[in-house]
């Protein structure tokens, strides 16, 4: 109810004051912005539960994450093109045509689930040794590769939900169902890396599957979100998936430079994580503890950006330029300054929060001095991140797409392999060349929206 007074006392508005967006981005974007920080939460305690198993149950799981995320690029991508189109459709006041598009992203959604989970459970020894894992991390990384594999298909039907209800502007229900299903998993990791109360002890295959039932827990309640008529959206097995290829088409017109965006962004992260593993399972254990916390500071921006994404989209669907383009700074803003915040917290906590996973004294000096350099750029990485999920909500993700190919596949991969490789800094110089990318990418999004190019982008 409080979700539908806000759109309505938007839709009444006939002017809107600077007070008044910041009023609307605080309201849409704290609970996603919550929700991003409690899935990161969780993300470190599972972390934190699997080293105990020992750094190379650590180095592990990081080097699987990066094809995993590979693997997750389409569904990222097709996420993008339905909260725009659905975000359009709602601000347009066509209800109807907002609940079929959300059908059609669902059911590519299966499909292309059923392929990418068969991918990675009957490749996972081939993915982790081409990822660069040491001997004593090989028999972890396809263990945990093969059991997060299960929850695959929950997990990205999940997220498309979760899609669909932020383009309508709900960012509430999606807090409360990624509360529910982290901290299911949690559980099931303190009953099953290490077996507790009678279950068995399975390290991190056992952490695998309980990320797995959280995310199938998580599936059955965003489905049942959508389904029990209390939602603007309602979609129900009962309902006709016949493809509609013209609402198809609009969703991969604005998701595919998206899609072509997170290939790159994975394939260059994958290049750069190879880098980085070639220094050790020691020292990469650091990297991973590293970009673990970085998290942390990715979880606000995205919270942030995904409020960007529905205001902006909204407000284009409602014909108002002027309400986006204010909608997308004031949210930057707002941003921004949370990002200070959490740039202090890394660059003089750092060593603490290393602490918590680890008791290894190398380790934790290292991903302290990782978090350090990369401290002094969050609000760069903010700006980054809030401003390109505004201009996605536009439609135009072809300038994200174009940052990314410079920033991460350029800039990032060819620095971190010459700092590294070539004048051999280690792990201070891939985070340096991390710390230049988000420069970068930065920069590109920002002169992108100041432009204001964007406000004329077809979906």
Request: proline share 3%; charged share 15%.
């Amino acid at each position: 109810m409080a979700i539908a007074r806000q759109a309505l006392d938007m839709e009444q508005r006939n002017e809107l004051t600077v007070q008044e967006a910041r009023r609307d981005v605080i309201n849409l974007a704290w609970p996603a912005v919550l929700e991003q920080l409690l899935v990161q939460v969780f993300n470190m305690v599972d972390m934190m539960m699997v080293g105990g198993v020992g750094p190379a149950a650590i180095a592990a799981i990081g080097l699987t994450n990066q094809p995993i995320f590979l693997a997750m690029a389409a569904f990222m991508a097709l996420n993008v093109g339905t909260t725009a189109l659905v975000a359009r459709f709602i601000g347009a006041g066509e209800i109807d045509e907002a609940n079929t598009a959300a059908r059609q992203s669902l059911l590519l959604t299966v499909v292309l689930g059923m392929i990418a989970t068969a991918a990675l459970y009957f490749f996972a020894e081939p993915i982790v040794l081409f990822m660069g894992a040491e001997p004593d991390a090989v028999g972890y990384g396809v263990d945990y590769m093969r059991s997060i594999s299960f929850g695959f298909i929950p997990q990205t039907i999940g997220m498309c939900v979760t899609a669909m209800l932020r383009g309508a502007g709900d960012t509430r229900t999606p807090l409360r169902f990624n509360l529910i299903g982290n901290g299911i998993n949690v559980i099931g990791n303190y009953l099953l890396i290490n077996g507790h109360l009678g279950f068995p002890r399975l390290e991190v295959f056992g952490a695998g599957l309980a990320t797995s039932f959280g995310r199938l827990i998580i599936m059955i309640l965003s489905l049942y979100a959508i389904s029990n008529g209390k939602s603007v959206l309602h979609i129900s097995l009962k309902d006709k998936f016949t493809p509609r290829f013209d609402l198809i088409s609009r969703v991969v017109k604005v998701g595919a430079p998206a899609m072509l965006e997170q290939l790159i962004m994975r394939f260059g992260m994958i290049t750069y994580t190879r880098v980085v593993s070639s220094l050790g399972t020691m020292v990469y254990a650091a990297h991973q503890i590293g970009m673990n916390i970085l998290g942390l500071s990715f979880s606000p921006g995205m919270g942030f950006g995904m409020a960007a994404t529905s205001l902006v989209g909204r407000s284009l669907g409602r014909k108002r330029p002027d309400w986006a383009e204010t909608y997308g700074w004031q949210t930057s803003w707002v941003g921004n300054l949370v990002a200070t915040f959490m740039g202090v917290v890394f660059f003089f906590g750092g060593s603490f929060l290393a602490s918590l996973y680890t008791d290894d004294p190398l380790v934790i000096k290292n991903a302290a001095t990782a978090l350090k350099i990369i401290a002094l750029v969050q609000p760069l990485q903010s700006t980054q991140f809030i401003l390109a999920g505004a201009l996605r909500g536009a439609g135009d993700t072809r300038w994200p797409l174009i940052s990314t190919l410079v920033g991460v596949a350029v800039v990032r991969v060819v620095l971190a392999k010459v700092f590294v490789d070539v004048l051999g800094w280690a792990l201070v110089g891939a985070w340096l060349a991390t710390a230049i990318d988000q420069c970068t990418r930065s920069a590109f999004i920002y002169f992108r929206y100041r432009s204001g190019h964007w406000k004329a982008t077809q979906v």
